[in-house]
């Protein structure tokens, strides 16, 4: 806990700096199988091979504009010392490589995730001469954003003196920790149409570890003035006609200071999903695809604790009681609080149950062939929270071109994330290897105000020594 770190509503509006979406480009080749199942649950009927097994695979991505390192890549960041602004001493990220500073805008916001896919299947089975694929998967996620906070600490980071006063607009930051064991299904419908039409769904148990919520529901007053203390004028903050909630569950053992992994929360989510497929003739190729998946639909329930802070006055800038003073666990710190706000350690916890939705999303894909095993690719994900308290995952617009092949895939993008911020990544798939990035250029080369990254490995197995010609001898016969 920092300084305006003092206060639970300033403390935790942002991190310092973040590292670590989905690697679209991978999760449109054919071959993909169940690694696609979770962004697109018709992807595992459309593989050409009968089975597909991820070993491991992990997607890390990071998106902020609040704070950046200058000069830098992250590969770099393995050997560089990074030093924090200092405007004494004139050091800033303008005119200093390595240095940790701030865009200091009226409003931040910031995304992280990572998502890792354990052990998984998916196989492709008749069930009374109808064709389905079935498939298991294990999830391990993290998620947490920010989305147009009022920056009030840009104030500070600049050396700058606060108005006398200031409205903090309402805000709300969500972070959870979770598992997912998935059950993938998918078949084909409409047997008689000219072209493949196909449904699939991910029924999900929801196994939450550790979650954070902070959500302050109308604006907030700071008023800045100057006390005596010691003979000496000391700047002194106040925030009144405050209305937050903090709730939080967590398996970090602070006493013990180690993670002991339990159950903290349970819930159910589901994914849906439906593709049309133009098919060619004797070919596993096709002529165009389109999908329609809505993902992330659910929520998890929490037992942890669950604050509300709403009064008058309260100082939260040169207070003894909170001013450099070390904190052993969240509890610590909210009891400290609520004598504060309340006059009363306990007065602020109102319950130990909570919950948080899941990161509802609407994913739209459309796909065309541009050349043998070659395919054109465009995908839209926009976030749609159905939940007051729901996590928001990050709106991407995404293009790619892929080429895939039983041993060999690869391709290349170029994403608007959010809309607006330009970046360009690939992937390769080498046999049971697959290497990528929606946002390439930050990892390797040096960028003038570091502040995003995406990374994607896995590894899979699969049949790809297995080959079209062999696949088309194994299928039934119908002809007279």
């Not at 064709?131 to 700058?160: E, H, I, P, W």
């Not at 904190?327 to 130990?352: I, R, W």
């Not at 928001?392 to 809309?419: A, C, D, M, Q, W």
Request: aromatic share 14%.
């Amino acid at each position: 806990m920092r300084s305006i770190s003092s206060a639970i509503f300033l403390l935790i509006l942002f991190p310092d700096f973040f590292f670590a979406q989905e690697n679209l480009a991978f999760r449109n080749d054919r071959f993909s199988g169940i690694n696609a199942a979770t962004i697109s649950p018709t992807q595992p009927f459309l593989n050409p091979n009968p089975w597909d097994v991820n070993l491991f695979s992990e997607d890390v991505f990071l998106q902020n504009d609040y704070a950046y390192i200058s000069d830098q890549s992250f590969l770099g960041l393995r050997n560089a010392e990074i030093k924090s602004v200092n405007h004494t001493k004139n050091i800033n990220g303008t005119n200093t490589s390595n240095v940790l500073d701030f865009y200091n805008s009226d409003f931040g916001n910031y995304h992280f995730s990572s998502d890792i896919l354990g052990p998984s299947f998916s196989l492709k089975t008749s069930i009374k001469e109808k064709v389905f694929s079935l498939g298991l998967f294990s999830r391990l996620r993290t998620q947490t954003s920010a989305l147009d906070v009022d920056n009030y600490l840009k104030f500070s980071n600049q050396r700058v003196t606060e108005p006398e006063n200031y409205a903090l607009q309402p805000f709300q930051i969500n972070l959870m920790n979770w598992g997912e064991i998935g059950l993938n299904l998918g078949t084909e419908i409409f047997p008689y149409s000219t072209y493949q039409w196909i449904i699939g769904a991910n029924l999900k148990y929801e196994i939450g570890f550790d979650a954070l919520q902070i959500r302050s529901r109308s604006a907030l007053n700071l008023q800045r003035t100057t006390e005596e203390v010691a003979g000496v004028e000391k700047k002194t903050i106040y925030a009144s006609k405050y209305d937050i909630e903090a709730d939080f569950a967590t398996n970090y053992n602070f006493e013990n200071d180690r993670y002991e992994l339990e159950q903290l929360g349970k819930g159910f989510g589901l994914d849906f999903g439906i593709a049309v497929v133009d098919p060619m003739e004797d070919s596993e190729d096709y002529y165009f695809k389109a999908g329609l998946n809505i993902l992330d639909v659910g929520k998890v329930n929490f037992a942890g604790e669950r604050h509300v802070f709403q009064g008058g006055s309260v100082k939260i800038v040169n207070n003894p009681n909170l001013d450099n003073t070390k904190f052993d666990s969240p509890q610590e710190y909210l009891h400290v609080l609520s004598k504060e706000v309340y006059g009363d350690e306990n007065a602020s916890l109102q319950g130990t149950d909570f919950q948080i939705g899941l990161p509802t999303s609407l994913h739209l894909n459309v796909s065309r062939n541009v050349g043998a095993h070659q395919y054109l690719s465009a995908d839209l994900i926009q976030r749609m929270p159905i939940f007051e308290n729901s996590l928001k995952r990050s709106n991407i617009f995404n293009v790619s071109y892929t080429v895939h092949k039983p041993v060999v895939g690869y391709g290349v993008s170029v994403s608007l994330y959010e809309y607006q911020n330009l970046q360009f990544g690939g992937y390769v798939r080498l046999g049971p290897l697959i290497l990528g990035s929606s946002n390439v250029f930050p990892l390797f080369f040096k960028q003038k105000k570091l502040h995003a990254g995406d990374f994607y490995i896995a590894v899979k197995i699969y049949p790809f020594w297995d080959s079209e010609m062999k696949r088309h001898r194994r299928a039934d016969c119908n002809c007279d």
